[in-house]
Structure formats: structure tokens, C-alpha cells
């Protein structure tokens, strides 16, 4: 059954390391999300693509977060340089419009940074 | 941006009780969604509501758009229904699957 696919799922890195984090998003779903979780913010939206194009990373630190879908099948997330506060579960979801927005989560990247 | 609030943030109930979480929100919505959230850490997208109510199996959500407010119902609760419920709102801006705003979730315990 289809599901979003997400790798790493554990990952432990120090200060300063690149992280990089994949999704592979439903086979057909043309809108792929990125979601954080922290015990104090909750979930956040970090940004989100429709139809591979980047429609809202508002919620994403400019300065060191980028977002890609280089293909329908893969969307990327990069932190460089990482610091200890991006330590979080990421989330990836997919959905397709015309479903009104239902989403598919992923089961998430856990990112400690050291 | 929108103010999405859940109440309560905490409820440990007996297996059989009727359960009733809620979720108020401050601007108007397009959708909203309650997701749920296993000690695993899955996120499983319960239902999506735009107005009046739906049902699946002992889960039932409404919504009530003048209010701006919904609530999530588990009816017959058993342990298996312990877990985080995440109520999420999106806006007007294009409608379909855009981005969400959540609450901070009720964590659900249901006793044996």
C-alpha cells in the first residue's frame, strides 16, 4: 500500500555538520510538505512544494534550511551548518489537491544535533 | 496567522467512557484536520472536515464554521485509542493541500 517514505530515520550529527533529509512522497500526490515537531514549538510547518515548485518556506530558517524537489519522486531538506536547536523529528507529508488536502505523513527523520 | 487551541491538553479516562476533545481556532479555515499521533511517533490523518460532521467506525469529528470550533468524539474508548490527537487548520490561500496550523495536541490515556 502506498505510503511517504522517509530517509534517515535516525540521524546524530555535531554542530556544524550537513544534514541532509529525503522524501519520497506518494506516487501521484502532486503537493509534498515539511513539518517540524519540537516538545516545546509542536508541529510546524517549515515549507511546502506543489507540482515540485516551492509555494511557502516561510517557516524556514533562510539562512541555513533549503528545500528542493529535484524530481516528483524525491524532495530534499538540508541544514548547513546544523546547530543544536534544529535537533527535532522532520516530517515530510504528501496529498494531492484534488483530494482537498488530505496529507500522508511520513514516518519522520529523528535529527539530534550535538 | 492562526490561533489554533485544544482542550485538554492532558485526559486519562476508563476503558469504555465516551471521549470528547476540543479545538477552537481564530480565522476563518478552509479545512480542518484531526491527525492522530501513536507513542511511536506515526502520524495518521483521521479525518478532514469543512463543515457539519463525519464518522469512521467509533470516531466521530464535527465542525461548526460560525463558531470556529470542533470537536473530536471516541465512543466505547479502549487502550489501543491512547495516543497524541493533533487538531490543524488551513487557510483560504488556494484552497486543496496547502500547509497546516497546528495545536499543541491532547494526550490521550485510556486505562484497561
Known amino acids: 500500500d502506498a505510503r511517504v517514505t522517509q530517509t534517515p530515520r535516525h540521524k546524530v550529527t555535531e554542530m556544524g555538520q550537513e544534514v541532509t533529509m529525503r522524501c519520497q512522497p506518494i506516487?501521484?500526490?502532486?503537493?509534498v510538505f515539511w513539518y517540524r515537531q519540537t516538545m516545546m514549538q509542536g508541529l510546524e510547518l517549515l515549507a511546502y512544494f506543489r507540482n515540485r515548485a516551492p509555494l511557502d518556506d516561510s517557516g524556514m530558517p533562510k539562512d541555513r534550511f533549503s528545500a528542493e524537489m529535484p524530481d516528483a519522486t524525491l524532495a530534499t531538506l538540508k541544514i548547513q551548518p546544523s546547530e543544536p536547536r534544529d535537533s527535532a523529528v522532520y516530517f515530510c507529508?504528501?496529498?494531492?489537491?484534488?483530494?482537498?488536502?488530505?496529507?500522508?505523513f511520513g514516518p519522520g527523520t529523528r535529527l539530534t544535533v550535538l | 496567522k492562526n490561533e489554533v487551541e485544544q482542550s485538554p491538553q492532558n485526559l486519562t479516562a476508563q476503558e469504555g467512557e465516551f471521549i470528547t476533545i476540543n479545538c477552537s481556532y481564530s480565522?476563518?479555515?478552509?479545512?480542518l484536520h484531526w491527525l492522530q499521533q501513536h507513542p511511536g511517533g506515526g502520524i495518521v490523518s483521521l479525518f478532514m472536515l469543512s463543515s457539519g460532521k463525519k464518522k469512521h467506525g467509533r470516531l466521530i469529528a464535527t465542525i461548526n464554521i460560525q463558531e470556529k470550533h470542533s470537536s473530536l468524539h471516541i465512543t466505547a474508548s479502549h487502550p489501543r485509542d491512547s495516543a497524541v490527537y493533533i487538531c490543524a487548520v488551513h487557510g483560504y490561500s488556494g484552497g486543496g493541500a496547502d500547509g497546516l496550523t497546528f495545536g499543541k495536541g491532547t494526550h490521550l490515556i485510556i486505562q484497561p
Open positions: 480565522v476563518g479555515i478552509s479545512a
Open positions: 506516487l501521484g500526490h502532486n503537493t
Open positions: 507529508a504528501s496529498g494531492k489537491r484534488d483530494r482537498g488536502g488530505l496529507q500522508f
